[in-house]
């Protein structure tokens, strides 16, 4: 049995490329200077793309139960996960947008947008989610995409609800994407 779930965990899909992707955690003398990094690294050529992370990817420490949506249960409690992104997540991570788009400049909007995962999609029953408006608290959010599923924290557990909010404010994690190109030694 032992040797089965642990047959299993390695060979389950975690959702994102994780082949040539780093996460510089922005402390110390890196501390609120995400952008500058970001910059710098694109300019070299040491990576294809960058996005700043409220906290790795790998571990999603932020979650809470103040997520309502149009017909949902008055009685309902319903944990989800809450990650704060710059833009360019999805081309950084390597996760699948199947359906909408990722946050985008183009779009001074997605400031009030979110991206919600299979798991939270499916668990609000919205006939179709793109532009349904849901809240966190007492703001207002649109959403703009449903990503696939991805492992954030221990493969042994069951993926929650996600939510993805655009922040310029929560910068934990700058994610980059090595440039296959270069050589990392």
Wanted: glycine content about 8%.
């Amino acid at each position: 049995v032992i040797y089965a779930q642990l047959k299993y965990i390695h060979s389950r899909p975690i959702g994102y490329d994780q082949a040539g992707l780093v996460e510089i955690p922005l402390e110390g003398p890196l501390s609120g200077k995400a952008d500058v990094v970001k910059s710098q690294l694109l300019q070299s050529g040491a990576v294809t793309s960058a996005c700043r992370l409220s906290n790795s990817i790998t571990y999603i420490w932020r979650n809470g139960w103040d997520i309502t949506w149009p017909g949902k249960r008055k009685d309902a409690k319903d944990l989800f996960d809450f990650l704060g992104v710059g833009y360019d997540f999805a081309k950084t991570s390597g996760i699948q947008i199947i359906q909408g788009r990722d946050f985008s400049r183009e779009y001074p909007s997605d400031s009030g947008a979110v991206l919600l995962n299979e798991a939270a999609a499916s668990l609000m029953h919205l006939p179709n989610p793109i532009g349904a408006q849901i809240r966190e608290d007492n703001t207002s959010f649109t959403v703009i995409g449903v990503f696939k599923d991805f492992v954030s924290a221990s493969p042994f557990k069951k993926v929650y609800p996600m939510v993805i909010f655009l922040s310029s404010r929560q910068n934990g994690f700058l994610s980059a994407r090595l440039a296959p190109s270069k050589s990392i030694t």
